[in-house]
């Protein structure tokens, strides 16, 4: 088994559950309603504890402490795609990165389970279940606002279709691609785009949103290249932990 | 300690151990401790989280560290794993009736599928009516889902299923 392909792919993993899972706390008292700060807060809180089972996974295969890797990197060296270090800015844009990157994440995830590399098939099969209910909450909302007034879906359109080229980010091929497939860890990115665009247009065309025009995916997050979003969460992420770093999270 | 050490007593020492945030249900009948192994006098608990995000798992594994101990255990060794993951299939009976008598709707059984459906018309633990809605799937810690019943008109709080 090729270990620096298995690394690579389980650093991108982890680090897009990180990331996302800090701007969903952001939501923390700031939601529409209570109950959606709730579920935002919670989600967050799954994201992150996920985030560090696999940082755990990698410590076992050599990496550094969990809570070292997480929070004392830079920017560069973070592997998440860019879509999920977007500023949360209004309700219906961090509603529909949640719904774009969950679709994903839930197939990513689901696709694990019968990865030839044991300790990551076993805390996939464990994760699959959770992220239902995230796939779940993004549905409902999509499907709810998607079809009730002009303003709701206007707001909805207009975030899918900016933020549609970062969403194709988050298949960004690794290096390692070929490697990772022969070996049997996990069958790609591009199987994993394909499945994610047929669930999408699925439930889309279950509201009155509309696929936006295909256009250029924003790649380079994988590779630690970031937009100017990325450091400054990093720099308020890492604050806490340096403050007390044997601080439980 | 002396005498050998007998895995029965363990278990009934172990049922000590609740669950921090709901004090009725104890680990094991949780389902969260999978494996008890006595081997050498050595005491060996497997625990498994019922959420991976779970944050009280560092000190539920200190709890059962402290329990055995308190009954001249020293050589434990807890360890955490996902090799036999946690479902909310693995409640048992006698946990269900502890979280039911808490005021918490107990989760269904399932085939390892939660859809929507199964959330839907959950028995109100309050009248026993399933004139019952989701609410949100997210309550306030990550186990739980809130609901409404349209009989009693309560709010109540249900282990969701997993
Ligand atoms: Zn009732």
Same mark, same amino acid.
């Given at each position: 088994m090729n270990q620096t392909a298995l690394k690579e792919l389980l650093y991108k993993i982890a680090d897009d559950q990180l990331i996302l899972g800090h701007r969903n706390s952001e939501w923390t008292g700031m939601g529409p309603l209570l109950e959606e700060d709730i579920a935002f807060s919670s989600m967050a809180q799954d994201k992150v504890g996920q985030s560090h089972a696999i940082y755990q996974i990698l410590h076992e295969i050599g990496e550094g402490e969990p809570d070292q890797v997480a929070f004392m990197r830079n920017a560069e060296q973070f592997h998440n795609c860019q879509m999920v270090e977007l500023?949360?800015?209004e309700y219906d844009f961090s509603l529909m990165r949640h719904f774009l990157y969950d679709t994903a994440e839930a197939i990513r995830f689901d696709m694990l389970t019968k990865s030839s590399y044991e300790p990551l098939a076993l805390l996939a099969k464990k994760i699959q279940g959770e992220l239902r209910y995230h796939t779940m909450h993004a549905k409902t909302w999509i499907k709810q606002l998607g079809t009730a007034t002009e303003e709701s879906k206007s707001r909805l359109q207009t975030s899918f279709n900016e933020l549609f080229p970062y969403a194709l980010g988050m298949f960004e091929q690794s290096p390692y691609e070929n490697d990772i497939i022969a070996d049997g860890i996990f069958p790609g990115e591009e199987a994993l785009k394909e499945k994610w665009m047929a669930r999408v247009e699925e439930i889309i065309g279950q509201t009155d949103l509309k696929m936006p025009e295909v256009s250029e995916a924003k790649l380079g997050g994988r590779k630690g290249e970031h937009t100017e979003y990325l450091q400054p969460l990093l720099d308020e992420m890492s604050e806490v932990f340096k403050i007390d770093p044997t601080a439980d999270w | 300690m002396n005498e050998v050490i007998n895995k029965e007593q363990v278990l009934d020492w172990l049922d000590e151990v609740k669950d921090p945030e709901i004090p009725v249900i104890s680990l094991i009948d949780l389902g969260v401790i999978t494996n008890v192994d006595i081997t050498d006098n050595k005491v060996t608990v497997d625990m498994t989280p019922t959420?991976?995000?779970? @944050?009280?798992m560092d000190y539920m594994k200190q709890d059962v560290v402290d329990v055995l101990t308190k009954h001249g255990v020293d050589n434990v060794e807890v360890n955490i794993s996902f090799k036999e993951s946690w479902n909310s299939?693995?409640?048992?009976d006698k946990g269900r009736k502890a979280l039911h008598d808490f005021g918490l709707a107990p989760p269904p059984k399932h085939?390892?599928? #939660?859809?929507?459906d199964i959330l839907e018309? #959950?028995?109100? @633990?309050?009248?026993?009516?399933?004139n019952t809605i989701l609410k949100t799937p997210f309550g306030p810690t990550a186990c739980r889902s809130i609901h409404h019943c349209d009989s009693c008109h309560e709010t109540f709080e249900q282990f969701k299923p997993l």
């Open positions: 500023p949360n800015g | 959420f991976v995000g779970c @944050p009280a299939n693995k409640i048992t085939n390892l599928q #939660v859809d929507i018309h #959950v028995e109100c @633990p309050n009248c026993g009516s399933d």
